[in-house]
């Protein structure tokens, strides 16, 4: 949570530094820029590194990272030598190995918490993801307002509590190491073990519909985020805030709603009649893409802030639903030795939307306004959803063939290769053979039976 929170923070923090350094908003964005490259950079060299170490270990380190970094920029502000390089180079360690800790933490809850803890642990750590979505951008403005360096003093205690919590867990999650060695002898290089995860990935259809799933959702609510901002001129911050802060108000609640929504879909008396539609993972996923799609029409019937945030209401909290779907089957599912590598280029692919949504949102409402650019977001979900809506059941019919017809009357005589391969004899022992011979001795001491016209010698005074 803290860890959490320091991020988020940080990522007001930085580009107000910038631009009351150089008042140049080329510099915030570049602030902002070098904060977010890492997640396109290094979220797949990470997870083959994780995939290698102890996730304790990593977690360690990185908080250490973390922690030097962000007291090398309040020393630097508090003794007036903080310049724009050193705090890009800050920003960009922070991302870098927030990128590493965030994989870490994945592999950890799946080697520390047992199996039927994980739901509850991974609604937990959902919960703190979207407290600090919520809480930590607010709270990083309001510091910077009090003193440039008392944010980065805060962050600096929460990245100390953060490593002292990590290297004080039981266990540590010393659980397992990636094997190296390929099938000739040597040792694997990077591309065959990023080979192995991806291919890993694609063997769980879920996990490939899921990604697709998020890669969309994401690109749509922040386009939703940018076209707001874009027309939020006549609004006032304060306004502005509350709304970008509804997406994670929803998030807590899609969290706290998850276990018990999860329990419901499997009670006895439901689960029976959500088979046909498939496992309740899945029936998640199409309940996401239908409220998202519902939530994109919320804007469309009015453009007050208030449509808004109830729209990035629902989209929060669906998306945490969702969100704890994946990652309970990923935990659940994926081999081991290789989840923090399928969570690395499943989170690459949802991220890269983010990225491409800010410019994807200003051309969209450069060129066509704002009340058309939430017309064209619902336009193009709700197609995304109709389309999948009637493509799953076609694809499951073609899948299982014609029916078969009437069964015919009489008798069907199978083909050889029907009957499967051939029953091996039972092994006759030697024990088996002393019981069938003595057996056979009395039969043959036995009294003959009298035949019907035949009478045996002492009938006859023989």
Known sequence: MSSAVGFRTLGVTYPLLALSLTKSPVHVG??????????????????????????????????????????????????????????LAAAF?????????????????????????LVGMLATSETSSHVAVMAARPVGGFLFGLGHCVPFVMNTLLFLASLTAVLTLPGGGERHVLRTAAPGGGKTSFLQEMTAGVGELRSHRFLRNAMALTTVTNLMINMLIIV???????????EVGLVLAASGLGGVLGSALAPPLRRLLRHPLLEPRLAPLGPPREILLFAHMWIWAFALLIPVVGESPVFFGAALFLMGCAGALSNMSVRAFEIDRVAEGKLARV??????????????????????????????ATRSLFLVMSGITLSVAVAVPLRRVLRSGTPAGPPVSGRIRRRPEDLGPPVPEPVCRRSDLFRQAVRLCGQVRRKPRSHRGLRTPSQTGR
Do not use: N, Q
């Open 343 to 372: 969570v690395s280029v499943h989170r690459l692919t949802t991220h890269g939307a983010v990225c491409l949504a800010a410019p994807l949102g200003g051309f969209l409402v450069s060129a066509v306004g704002v009340p058309a």
């Open 30 to 87: 570049w602030a902002g820029f070098a904060l977010t490259l890492p997640t396109l950079l290094f979220y797949v060299p990470a997870g083959l590194l994780v995939d290698r170490m102890t996730a304790r270990a990593v977690m360690a380190a990185t908080e250490a990272a973390r922690l030097l970094a962000v007291a090398s920029v309040f020393l630097a502000v508090l003794f007036g030598g903080v310049t724009l390089p050193h705090l």
């Open 93 to 117: 360690v922070e991302g870098t190995f927030w990128v590493v800790y965030s994989l870490a933490e994945t592999a950890l809850i799946r080697s520390a918490v047992p199996r039927a803890s």
């Open 228 to 238: 707001f901002v874009a027309g939020s001129v006549t609004h006032s911050p304060l």
